[in-house]
């Protein structure tokens, strides 16, 4: 079998564009712009990108978007005054803090600051508590993205035998509780689950989040399974020329999309659905905020 490739930039674009066309409504109908504000402390390379993208993504679907660039050296006391300022702030519906901060900000602290309501990263102790008791709540993006995927290329999960491999707070187990919620039957595996393979063969569906490039060979896929990769990892690519790199996801690609019913390619798969999601959370948060219907397919 070869595996459909489930196409994310293209889906991360179709979701990118149901959101502009729910806020030309709320703009037109309601005289209300949603608002995302982004803090960014430091000066991570890799997190400037990510801000920088957020933001032109923001503008490009009618949304305000604020910037907060803080420097490295920023107290946690002036960082949490700005985050109590956004909070109060009626323009702004959603608020990110950039990951990972600082070494000496408490990060829990500074996330469980958010005001749950416009918490869009689903990453507030109120909000882990809502997705795992079933309850109405924002969704961590990245999960959220793999879910909306799924649905669409399957209907239905019921039932269905999901392992996802790796257990952090921002994918593994909110992933874990979304498919859940669909009435799968969950598995999170890690790196001190016994038999890994024989635990992988048994999914239907494999979300693999570990970090680790190409951990998950074809020879573990179940045939016919569906296969998510969030990882991108960035190794040596001396095939392209002495000192070049290429990115690839925690499966081997090319053996498991042999084996696979479906398969998201890295770059290209879970990535842009990421961003595309934070702005549909972000819209979420403007809805409820306004006591106005919620978005129909862009929330779980
Ligand atoms: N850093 C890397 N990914 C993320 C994310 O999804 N949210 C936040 N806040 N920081 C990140």
Redesign the pocket.
């Known amino acids: 079998m070869t595996a459909t490739v489930i196409d994310g930039k293209a889906f991360a674009a179709n979701v990118r564009s149901q959101v502009a066309e729910h806020v030309a409504v709320l703009k037109a109908d309601h005289g209300i712009t949603p608002g995302l504000a982004v803090v960014l402390v430091g000066e991570d390379p890799?997190?400037q990108v990510?801000v920088r993208s957020k933001g032109k993504q923001t503008v490009e679907v009618g949304m305000n978007s604020f910037e907060h660039k803080l420097d490295a050296d920023t107290s946690e006391a002036d960082l949490l005054a700005l985050i109590d300022q956004l909070n109060k702030d009626p323009a702004v519906h959603g608020i990110?803090?950039?990951?990972?901060l600082p070494g000496h900000l408490n990060s829990d602290l500074v996330i469980n600051s958010i005001d749950p309501a416009k918490d869009v990263?689903g990453?507030h102790i109120s909000n882990v508590g809502l997705l795992g008791t079933g309850q109405k709540s924002m969704v961590?993006?990245?999960p959220l993205g793999c879910l909306m995927m799924l649905r669409d290329h399957h209907g239905s999960l019921s039932g269905m035998n999901a392992v996802v491999l790796g257990r952090s707070n921002?994918v593994g187990k909110p992933m874990a509780q979304l498919l859940l919620g669909d009435s799968c039957t969950v598995t999170i595996a890690h790196s001190r689950t016994k038999d890994l393979p024989d635990v992988v063969r048994g999914a239907d569906i494999v979300v693999a989040a570990v970090g680790r490039p190409q951990m998950v060979p074809g020879d573990w896929i179940k045939p016919g399974a569906t296969v998510i990769d969030v990882g991108i990892n960035r190794i040596d690519a001396p095939e392209k020329g002495e000192g070049k790199t290429r990115l690839v996801g925690d499966v081997d690609y090319d053996s498991c999309a042999a084996v696979a019913g479906a398969i998201t390619p890295v770059p290209g798969g879970v990535g842009p659905m990421?961003i595309a999601c934070?702005l549909a959370n972000t819209l979420t948060a403007c809805c409820r905020a306004n006591g106005l219907a919620e978005p129909e397919g862009l929330t779980a």
Do not use: E, N
């Open positions: 890799a997190s990510y990110l803090v950039q990951l990972p990263d990453f961590p993006c990245t921002i990421t934070l």
